[in-house]
């Protein structure tokens, strides 16, 4: 059974400072999805990750995946307010039809100045 | 172009009460999945569909189910309430493009059963 790991669960930073969040899966995947929630909102697709080695980059965020040590990092850069949220990674079984994705429970994010 | 279109947005219920949600898929997307969130259980898999068939099922009891129309809109019902249903329920589409799998969700249905 795929599991999906993420960590911290929560994490509170003062702006300009930078980290990461981890999302840890069990077996082995082909896909790998970043997305945000923000308070009474819907999600927001941020990455979609497809291979090994893949690095994407939307502004101060920026997601890798390593395959073989299922695993992929959201990395913030230079935090501002805005990117306050919570940030969800998902991740779809090998053999699990397109629609079927296993989420972490989200790494819930706060931004202060 | 327009997003998923979840209706209806807020709606309550009591106990053993039945519902039905409502999620029109971004046009052209003939994919639909559903999920559960809860802040004890986090975002789960209810069902998806594709050309009107369940292709997938997650670990949920019989009571909900789902159904896709031809003109790929889909429906889930949620019967005989329990204050445990009480959840965001959240809608997706895809496109089934062979290199993304990108799912595009809804601003969702919030159900309280009280």
């Known amino acids: 059974e795929l599991k999906v790991e993420q960590n911290p669960l929560f994490l509170s930073m003062q702006e300009g400072k930078n980290y990461t969040i981890y999302c840890n899966y069990s077996?082995?995947?082909?896909?790998l999805y970043w997305y945000r929630q923000d308070p009474g909102k819907s999600l927001e697709s941020l990455f979609v990750?497809?291979?090994?080695?893949a690095v994407k980059q939307e502004g101060r965020l920026m997601a890798s995946l390593d395959t073989k040590a299922r695993l992929s990092t959201l990395h913030i850069t230079a935090a501002v307010h805005d990117l306050s949220a919570t940030y969800f990674c998902?991740?779809?079984?090998?053999?699990?039809?397109?629609?079927?994705?296993?989420f972490g429970k989200g790494t819930k994010l706060s931004v202060k100045p | 172009k327009a997003g998923v279109t979840q209706t209806p947005r807020y709606l309550i219920k009591t106990r053993g009460q039945q519902v039905t949600l409502s999620c029109s898929p971004i046009?052209?997307?003939?994919?639909v999945s559903w999920y559960q969130q809860t802040p004890g259980q986090g975002l789960q898999f209810l069902f998806e569909?594709?050309?009107?068939?369940?292709?997938n099922k997650g670990n949920f009891p019989g009571r909900f189910s789902g159904r896709q129309f031809s003109n790929s809109r889909s429906e889930m019902n949620v019967s005989t309430l329990e204050l445990g249903d009480s959840a965001l329920y959240l809608c997706?589409?895809?496109?089934?493009?062979?290199?993304?799998?990108?799912?595009?969700f809804g601003e969702g249905s919030r159900l309280t059963v009280l």
């Open positions: 990750l497809l291979s090994n080695g």
């Open positions: 569909y594709f050309s009107e068939t369940q292709r």
């Open positions: 077996t082995t995947s082909d896909r």
């Open positions: 998902a991740v779809g079984p090998k053999k699990g039809s397109q629609g079927n994705l296993i």
């Open positions: 997706a589409s895809s496109f089934l493009v062979f290199n993304t799998g990108e799912l595009f």
């Open positions: 046009s052209g997307h003939r994919s």
